[in-house]
């Protein structure tokens, strides 16, 4: 279920609004003006601000929308059908639903906002961690929305470290389940892997692979 907080200008909420709320069987939380945190409580965020403007005007939604987004939380306003076009609401909400409303609509909004906002679900074989993002159906990598290039050894010692998180892997093995049995070279071929990928994922503000001194490799959890 959601946390819903709803502001008025007025202190009072419209009977369509309570109605329509009601019906859905949603809890929320009613501020009229100052206080709005208080009225949560202490460390609260709701899922969704709900502003009533059936009544109202275009200061009274600048003023709901600048103490909205003290809850970093999607914003929705409510308004008649005969006030639509008496309020600007370009730029000052994520959405806006008319009242009275069909039972299940707002849920249905909040629902699609939250997705918005939390961005695509990751596809199957994809490997998250942070940041970075390895798509293993594709063979994609990116870090920050950002694609990475990798060689197709660098891609699969990165996939392998990241599928096992805290599992320290020694060079010896490292050099077996990335090269292979038929492999010659030695254990010193995957310290410059591991060093050039290194250079390709990590910066000042992103560390994945640490260095066990004596053994091996391991990708953080």
Not at 5 to 12: D, I
Not at 43 to 68: K, W
Not at 196 to 203: A, F, G, N, T, V
């Amino acid at each position: 279920m959601f946390a819903i907080h709803l502001l008025t200008p007025t202190g009072e909420l419209s009977r369509d609004l309570v109605a329509c709320l009601d019906r859905e069987g949603l809890a929320y939380t009613v501020d009229g003006g100052a206080g709005e945190a208080a009225a949560l409580g202490e460390g609260a965020r709701p899922d969704a601000i709900l502003i009533d403007m059936t009544s109202g005007n275009q200061a009274a939604l600048a003023g709901m929308m600048d103490r909205s987004r003290e809850f970093r939380a999607a914003a929705i306003t409510t308004l008649s059908a005969d006030r639509f076009r008496n309020l600007d609401l370009a730029d000052s909400t994520d959405e806006f639903i008319f009242c009275p409303w069909h039972t299940g609509e707002l849920t249905l909004r909040v629902q699609r906002l939250l997705e918005r906002q939390q961005g695509p679900k990751d596809l199957p074989g994809t490997i998250r961690s942070g940041d970075l993002v390895i798509n293993t159906q594709q063979y994609d990598v990116f870090l920050a929305g950002r694609t990475v290039l990798l060689t197709f050894k660098e891609y699969e010692l990165l996939k392998l470290l990241a599928s096992n998180p805290g599992r320290v892997f020694s060079r010896e093995q490292l050099l077996e389940q990335v090269w292979g049995y038929q492999y010659f070279g030695g254990t010193r071929t995957v310290d410059v892997h591991v060093r050039r990928l290194r250079s390709k994922i990590e910066d000042a503000t992103h560390t994945f692979v640490d260095t066990v001194w004596n053994v091996g490799y391991r990708f953080r959890q």
